[in-house]
């Protein structure tokens, strides 16, 4: 099992800044993919940014459309933590924030063990005002 713990939402203002930390836990020996999605009142769970690692190497972070050039994802993989720098919020950057892992290869006694579910982060709530 994984257990994920968010930090850095809060309340901030048109153009201001904010960076978001997830950091898993549990027996991890490495994480594929690591990622936030986003909710917003009324609307569907959203991808915002992710980041996949092979053995060794980083992959391409994707990110949302209305995102570019705006956020920007970053994995310490040591630390099983990823981040997620916000710049120039906007009013309709307001939504709750999850972070997301899946593709877990956990240490067992015997072998290592891929684990290709998902795991959810209870959410940060990010507000940005007008």
């Known amino acids: 099992q994984v257990q994920l713990v968010e930090s850095g939402g809060g309340l901030v203002q048109h153009g201001g800044s904010l960076r978001l930390s997830c950091v898993a836990s549990?027996?991890?020996?490495?994480?594929?993919?690591m990622g936030w999605y986003r909710q917003a009142p009324g609307k569907q769970r959203e991808l915002v940014a992710a980041?996949?690692?092979?053995?060794?190497?980083?992959?391409?972070?994707e990110y949302a459309e209305s995102v570019k050039g705006r956020f920007t994802i970053s994995r310490d993989n040591a630390k099983n933590t990823v981040y997620l720098q916000m710049n120039g919020l906007k009013p309709e950057d307001t939504a709750v924030y999850y972070c997301n892992v899946h593709g877990v290869v956990f240490a067992d006694l015997l072998r290592d063990r891929f684990d290709p579910d998902d795991y959810w982060g209870q959410g940060t709530r990010v507000t940005v005002s007008s």
């Open positions: 549990g027996l991890i020996v490495r994480i594929y993919s």
């Open positions: 980041q996949t690692r092979s053995v060794t190497t980083d992959g391409t972070p």
